[in-house]
């Protein structure tokens, strides 16, 4: 995304939209970049609607395997709360998965991985 430092002249009188991306990534299938307006919360709804979506498509092209591998940032306030988890625990109730794997990393380890 470009992203300036100052305004040029040209542009004083305009008003800047602030945007931001989301990303997600099916391992082997397909990846997925969702553009967010950045005047809203990027909050647990965010989070929420791009996985129901990526779900979604992903079921569409082919069947949803037993488990669910997740991988998330450690952010608590978009990512690991209660919702999150509360989501993750319908989809096993209506049997959409089995089981969901989500592992709660720790930061430093995740840059030693080779």
Known sequence: ???????PKSMADLELFPLFIVGAKVHGRASYAYHVDGRHTHNVNVTLTVLLDV?????????LPRT???????????NKN??????????????VFEKVILPLWILSY????K
């Open 1 to 7: 995304m470009p992203h300036l430092l100052g305004r």
């Open 55 to 63: 779900l979604n498509n992903i079921s569409l092209q082919q069947p």
């Open 68 to 78: 669910l591998y997740l991988l998330m940032d450690n952010c608590v306030r978009e």
């Open 82 to 95: 209660r919702y999150v988890l509360g989501f993750l625990s319908f989809l096993i109730h209506k049997r």
């Open 110 to 113: 995740i840059f030693r991985i």
